[in-house]
């Protein structure tokens, strides 16, 4: 079993920055394909970005490419999403979610745990 905890979100303006981070308690970390996904009010859930167990592969839906990083610290058992250049659009919930030994990054019934949410809210 794996919980995961996301914090980092808020409000900030358009154009501005913010680092969302989610831990995850439990073994085998490291095992794990790391997702951002996210749902605006009527909208569907949409990934965000991947990252798979070591790092070295990572997905980016192309509303967010060259905005958005996401990265991990398996020491810590942590990964996160560093958002830039944020635009109006990208406020919604953001949900960390975690796929076991797959490679599935666009696929959100590949992930088998997810945490709760964190309200992202851009303002003009």
């Known amino acids: 079993q794996v919980q995961l905890v996301e914090s980092g979100g808020g409000l900030v303006q358009a154009g501005g920055s913010l680092r969302l981070s989610c831990v995850a308690s439990?073994?085998?970390?490291?095992?794990?394909?790391m997702g951002w996904f996210r749902q605006a009010p009527g909208k569907e859930r949409e990934v965000v970005a991947a990252i798979n167990w070591s790092g070295g592969g990572t997905y980016y839906a192309g509303s967010v490419k060259g905005r958005f990083t996401i990265s991990r610290d398996n020491a810590k058992n942590t990964v996160y999403l560093q958002m830039n250049s944020l635009k109006l659009e990208d406020t919604a919930i953001y949900y960390c979610a975690a796929d076991y030994a797959d490679w599935a990054p666009t696929w959100s019934r590949a992930y088998d745990y997810w945490g709760q949410g964190t309200q992202v809210t851009v303002s003009s």
């Open positions: 439990g073994r085998m970390f490291s095992s794990y394909t």
